[in-house]
């Protein structure tokens, strides 16, 4: 009887655990994890791409915001009296010192 016993006490609980049969009955759950472990993956991957991408458009906006202002600063500078002056001379455009006349419609 003591042989019994000391059988009993000493079997390893996760033997009983691991059997042929608890693996195949469990077969659709380690399928169900395999395909939420990819999920996980492809996602992982996707948020990085998504994050250079994010980057990459934050960096190129900066270099159009800086062209942007650059123009714009060449174009009010260009604008000015003086430099418009200067660029219609060789053309023999030239301010007017004269009074502009104000044109009346003719009623008939």
Do not use: C
């Not at 990819?38 to 800086?66: C, M, P, W």
Request: hydrophobic share 40%; aromatic share 10%; proline share 4%.
């Amino acid at each position: 009887m003591s042989e019994q016993l000391t059988d009993k006490t000493n079997k390893n609980p996760l033997k009983g655990l691991f059997n042929y049969q608890w693996i195949v009955k469990n077969i659709p759950f380690f399928l169900f994890l395999s395909v939420l472990t990819v999920l996980y993956i492809a996602n992982g991957h996707r948020a990085d791409k998504t994050i250079r991408k994010i980057n990459s458009t934050t960096s190129e906006l900066k270099d159009l915001q800086f062209e942007y202002k650059t123009l714009k600063s060449e174009v009010m500078f260009r604008s000015e009296e003086g430099q418009v002056v200067k660029a219609t001379a060789p053309m023999g455009l030239q301010i007017s010192k004269e009074m502009p006349s104000r044109l009346q419609a003719v009623k008939h």
